[in-house]
């Protein structure tokens, strides 16, 4: 069992900056790829970002690709995301997910609770 708590979620202005964090507690975190996902009220949960187990590979949704930047921590159990140039479309709840690498929530087995984050125009 792997237990996710997410945090840095607030409420910015357009053009500001977060960054989200994750801790990971329970199985070895540092084997599993970790992946970011939000949903924006009345739409379906969409994939952010992720980061392979090792750290060197990472994806993006086009929608934040030269905005945000996943990045990882194993010897914290920690998971990043660094969110640059926020826009008022950015605003969702905030998911971390620990599984297989890739941008499907099927190859996710475990989800936080997520984060809210509210960007004002």
């Known amino acids: 069992q792997v237990q996710l708590v997410e945090s840095g979620g607030d409420l910015v202005q357009a053009g500001g900056s977060l960054r989200l964090s994750c801790a990971a507690s329970?199985?070895?975190?540092?084997?599993?790829?970790m992946g970011w996902f939000r949903q924006a009220p009345g739409k379906a949960r969409e994939f952010v970002a992720a980061?392979?187990?090792?750290?060197?590979?990472?994806i993006y949704a086009a929608s934040v690709q030269g905005r945000f930047t996943i990045s990882r921590e194993n010897a914290k159990n920690t998971v990043y995301l660094q969110m640059n140039s926020l826009k008022p479309e950015d605003t969702a709840v905030y998911y971390c997910?620990?599984?297989?690498?890739?941008?499907?929530?099927?190859?996710?087995?475990?989800w936080g609770q997520g984060t809210q984050v509210t960007i004002s125009s």
């Open positions: 997910a620990v599984g297989r690498y890739g941008s499907s929530e099927s190859k996710y087995d475990y």
């Open positions: 329970g199985r070895t975190f540092s084997t599993y790829a």
């Open positions: 980061i392979s187990w090792r750290g060197d590979s990472t």
